[in-house]
T-cell receptor
Framework: EDKVVQSPLSLVVHEGDTVTLNCSYE??????LLWYKQEKKAPTFLFML????IEKKSGRLSSILDKKELFSILNITATQTGDSAVYLC?????????????FGKGTKLTVNP | KAGVTQTPRYLIKTRGQQVTLSCSPI?????VSWYQQTPGQGLQFLFE???????NKGNFPGRFSGRQFSNSRSEMNVSTLELGDSALYLC???????????FGSGTRLTVV
């Protein structure tokens, strides 16, 4: 059975701290790994990773994928209260002519002022 | 451009009833996927439709069904509601069912 595991499940930090969120996966077919940020309801897209070792960056956020060890990390530097959210990791898995996203349970990040 | 629109935003239903949720994808997107999100299980894939055909289905009972119309709008139906069906139901649209999924804000279903 396809599985995505995120750790930690929750994290409380102070503004300015740097955090690292982890995502490991076991899937039959792998196309890409995606990170989403979910604040209220709609998850919003952060990164898509398809190749090992290539870091994707967007402002204070960055992410990298290791396809050999089957994991990814999401780093957030100089955290702000607006970074408080649930961060979701998903693996895109081709099946039956289409794709499905297999999600981890998320990491709830709380950034205190 | 308009995002993914889900209606209604909130629903309260009684056990045994049925419910229909609607999802209008981004214009031009032909793939619509549905997910159930609960605190215990996280986000779980329900099914995916492309050009009015169900291409993929998750591990949910037959009480969960869906369809897609020629304008790519999709509906999902849950019959004989159970308390455990209480969840946030999210749909996501994409051009062809891979890459660039955009999620709607979801329908919060409460079964009492």
């Amino acid at each position: 059975e396809d599985k995505v595991v995120q750790s930690p499940l929750s994290l409380v930090v102070h503004e300015g701290d740097t955090v690292t969120l982890n995502c490991s996966y076991e899937v039959t077919n792998f196309r890409s790994l995606l990170w989403y940020k979910q604040e209220k309801k709609a998850p919003t897209f952060l990164f898509m990773l398809t190749s090992s070792g290539i870091e994707k960056k967007s402002g204070r956020l960055s992410s990298i994928l290791d396809k050999k060890e089957l994991f990814s990390i999401l780093n957030i530097t100089a955290t702000q209260t607006g970074d408080s959210a649930v961060y979701l990791c998903a693996v895109e898995s081709p099946q039956g002519g289409s794709e499905k996203l297999v999600f981890g349970k998320g990491t709830k990040l709380t950034v205190n002022p | 451009k308009a995002g993914v629109t889900q209606t209604p935003r909130y629903l309260i239903k009684t056990r045994g009833q049925q419910v229909t949720l609607s999802c209008s994808p981004i214009s031009g997107h032909r793939s619509v996927s549905w997910y159930q999100q609960t605190p215990g299980q996280g986000l779980q894939f329900l099914f995916e439709y492309f050009s009015e055909t169900q291409r993929n289905k998750g591990n949910f009972p037959g009480r969960f069904s869906g369809r897609q119309f020629s304008n790519s709008r999709s509906e999902m139906n849950v019959s004989t509601l159970e308390l455990g069906d209480s969840a946030l139901y999210l749909c996501a649209s994409s051009l062809s069912g891979n890459y660039g999924y955009t999620f709607g804000s979801g329908t919060r279903l409460t079964v009492v």
